[in-house]
T-cell receptor
Framework: KQEVTQIPAALSVPEGENLVLNCSFT??????LQWFRQDPGKGLTSLLL?????REQTSGRLNASLDKSSGRSTLYIAASQPGDSATYLC????????????FGKGTMLLVSP | NAGVTQTPKFQVLKTGQSMTLQCAQD?????MSWYRQDPGMGLRLIHY???????DQGEVPNGYNVSRSTTEDFPLRLLSAAPSQTSVYFC??????????????FGAGTRLSVL
């Protein structure tokens, strides 16, 4: 059974810092990996999706990497802003799972002004 | 473009009552899924569908039924609500087309309390 772990569970940083969120998974036979953002009381917003054949994806100040062989992904946020405060979820797509996901428990990020 | 729409946003039930959580998407996606989110547990898959008429169970299917009569709609039914089903429910859809690349789109969620 696939298990997804996110470290740290919570992170507090001052505005302007660069930061890294970590995600690890136990089964390397994945279809893709997706990072989401969730604001309190809200739904999930897709940030980046990395296909299993890719090593990284970038969108603005966000960069996600994938090392399938070691079962790891990182989400790098450059020059953090208070508006980045949210919970970040890592989710792994199953190779034969018809678009279903296994989620980590998330990292709660607080960026203070 | 509405995306994935879930109704209702909030619901309070008494133990033993039944209800249907609605989910609709307007993106012509083949795949639809239901997840529940509980504190400290993350999101867990309840049921999913790969197309109209085809559904399958996820990690936590007990107490829930689904059907998919159209591409657009994927309702989740609670036949006899229990307090353990108090949770936030999310519906998601995706397409495996070359353009969409299986990006998952989520609804805003339904917050359910069972007393």
């Amino acid at each position: 059974k696939q298990e997804v772990t996110q470290i740290p569970a919570a992170l507090s940083v001052p505005e302007g810092e660069n930061l890294v969120l970590n995600c690890s998974f136990t089964d390397s036979a994945i279809y893709n990996l997706q990072w989401f953002r969730q604001d309190p009381g809200k739904g999930l917003t897709s940030l980046l999706l990395i296909q299993s054949s890719q090593r990284e994806q970038t969108s603005g100040r966000l960069n996600a990497s994938l090392d399938k062989s070691s079962g790891r992904s990182t989400l790098y946020i450059a020059a953090s802003q208070p508006g980045d405060s949210a919970t970040y979820l890592c989710a792994v797509g199953h190779l034969l799972g018809y678009s279903t996901l296994t989620f980590g428990k998330g990292t709660m990020l607080l960026v203070s002004p | 473009n509405a995306g994935v729409t879930q109704t209702p946003k909030f619901q309070v039930l008494k133990t033993g009552q039944s209800m249907t959580l609605q989910c609709a998407q307007d993106m012509n996606h083949e795949y639809m899924s239901w997840y529940r989110q509980d504190p400290g547990m993350g999101l867990r898959l309840i049921h999913y569908s790969v197309g109209a008429g085809i559904t399958d169970q996820g990690e936590v299917p007990n107490g829930y039924n689904v059907s998919r009569s159209t591409t657009e709609d994927f309702p989740l039914r609670l036949l006899s609500a229990a307090p353990s089903q108090t949770s936030v429910y999310f519906c998601a859809s995706s397409s495996d087309s070359q353009a969409e690349k299986n990006i998952q789109y989520f609804g805003a969620g339904t917050r359910l309390s069972v007393l």
